[in-house]
């Protein structure tokens, strides 16, 4: 008698799953850094801050002439970099939610 794929998958799956472990320690730093990051987020001095920076950047590169290329190139990538840096601590935000929910469900499992 053949065997059915159910039979099949429960031979198979149990050497692909593996305890994963939980690095405690790692996932508490990730939280911690989401939390600090979402404080800098929502601090008003420091949202100040990025978006008077970007327009001072902004405002040197509309202004640049277009064949001042590494002017132009430089106030670009000062805009870009803050966007970057902008971006890092929305990640850091996720992660720390991310981080979280995984120690949360790790606790409600112990």
């Known amino acids: 008698m053949a065997e059915t794929y159910e039979e099949m ?3 198979v799956l ?3 799953r593996k305890p994963v472990e939980i690095d405690q320690g790692k996932l508490a730093e990730d939280r ?3 939390d600090r990051a979402q404080q800098l987020l929502a601090d008003e ?3 100040r ?3 008077t920076v970007e327009a001072v950047y902004m ?3 509309r202004k640049t002439d277009a064949t001042d290329m590494e002017r132009r190139e430089r106030a670009w990538q000062m805009v870009t970099l803050l966007g970057d840096l902008r971006t890092y601590l929305i990640t850091c935000v996720e992660r720390g939610d991310a981080a979280r929910e995984t120690l949360e469900r790790a606790a409600r499992q112990v």
Do not use: Q, S, T
Request: a positive charge; hydrophobic letters at 40%.
């Open 14 to 16: 149990p050497r692909f």
């Open 59 to 61: 405002h040197a590169w």
């Open 45 to 47: 001095d420091l949202k």
């Open 9 to 11: 998958i429960r031979k």
């Open 49 to 51: 801050a990025f978006d």
């Open 32 to 34: 911690r850094r989401g």
